[in-house]
């Protein structure tokens, strides 16, 4: 496998997210040693106990805050979600500009910033817009296409799912002898979380898995690192409830606005 491929590999299975938990973990990257050193009951378990355990807390999870970014993609997603599909955050493109989201049910609102507009319409279309639609949420349901495929950011239960381990490994799928062996790292903090890493390598890339030490031993980062493309992924606010306010009406246009003005575009 070229080290393209590898990276572009590695890449998206980390943007997907939890698959990589499920194996996560060698030698940990240097980050700030915690202050006791302590791995509290973590100590007595091993790294694949430690792995198993955060995952099962993961995929139980009913909400949690997800934020994701990568060094190939300038895709960062910073959302608040839970499994009956509703969420709130952002998801931006870098230069392609920003989206607030919110979503409850099927209701879907989205608020571009100027430079979604301006990536969207070309010249002084883009402009106006931008300056007309300022602050304001479009608004619609799951039924339209665009809105449907911005919210599938927001399916909690299908994140889980690429945690879960196959019930049934398909053909030819490495034995257990064959999997990289999980290690220990030493222990360190994240936002202010003493956690453990537990890190494996495996075909030149490095995967770290960072798991609360104190209380519920959830994941709160993960790490893959690849011909020196990176992707990191940060969970916290685990069972945390997805707030329920929407945007006002006052505030709000129909998302009819935006396919006008891209259809305008395209006539044009």
């Known amino acids: 496998m070229t080290s393209r491929r590898r990276a572009a590999t590695a890449t998206a299975a980390l943007t997907c997210g939890a698959a990589l938990i499920a194996g996560a973990a060698c030698t940990a990257a240097a980050a700030a040693e915690d202050t006791d050193g302590?791995?509290?009951?973590?100590?007595?378990?091993?790294?694949?106990?430690?792995?198993?355990d955060s995952l099962h807390q993961l995929v139980t999870a009913k909400s949690l805050r997800l934020r994701t970014q990568t060094s190939t993609d300038p895709t960062k997603l910073d959302l608040t979600l839970d499994r009956a599909g509703?969420?709130?955050?952002?998801?931006?493109?870098?230069?392609?500009?920003?989206?607030?989201?919110?979503?409850?049910?099927?209701?879907?609102?989205?608020?571009p910033d100027a430079a979604f507009w301006k990536s969207q319409l070309p010249g002084a279309e883009g402009r106006d817009a931008a300056a007309k639609y300022k602050n304001?949420?479009?608004?619609?349901?799951?039924?339209?296409?665009?809105?449907?495929?911005?919210?599938?950011?927001?399916?909690l239960t299908a994140f889980q799912k690429t945690a879960a381990p196959p019930e049934n490994p398909p053909s030819?799928?490495?034995?257990?002898?064959?999997?990289?062996?999980?290690?220990?790292?030493?222990?360190?903090?994240?936002?202010?979380?003493?956690?453990?890493?537990?890190?494996?390598?495996?075909?030149?890339?490095?995967?770290?898995?960072?798991?609360?030490?104190?209380?519920?031993?959830?994941?709160?980062?993960?790490?893959?690192?690849?011909?020196?493309?990176?992707?990191?992924i940060l969970l916290s606010n685990y069972d945390t409830p997805v707030s329920t306010k929407?945007?006002?009406?006052?505030?709000?246009?129909?998302?009819?606005?935006?396919?006008?003005?891209?259809?305008?575009?395209?006539?044009?």
């Open 86 to 111: 509703n969420c709130t955050g952002a998801i931006s493109k870098g230069s392609l500009g920003r989206v607030e989201l919110v979503k409850r049910g099927n209701q879907v609102w989205m608020k």
């Open 172 to 232: 030819g799928a490495p034995s257990p002898s064959a999997t990289p062996t999980l290690t220990k790292g030493r222990p360190t903090t994240h936002e202010g979380t003493r956690v453990l890493p537990v890190v494996k390598k495996a075909q030149g890339a490095v995967q770290t898995l960072y798991v609360a030490i104190d209380g519920k031993h959830y994941p709160v980062k993960l790490t893959a690192e690849v011909d020196h493309q990176t992707g990191t």
């Open 38 to 52: 302590g791995e509290g009951d973590l100590a007595n378990k091993s790294a694949q106990q430690i792995s198993d």
């Open 246 to 268: 929407t945007p006002a009406p006052g505030d709000t246009a129909d998302i009819s606005v935006l396919e006008d003005r891209l259809q305008g575009s395209q006539r044009a």
């Open 136 to 155: 304001t949420f479009l608004h619609g349901t799951t039924k339209n296409a665009f809105l449907a495929n911005l919210s599938t950011a927001c399916d």
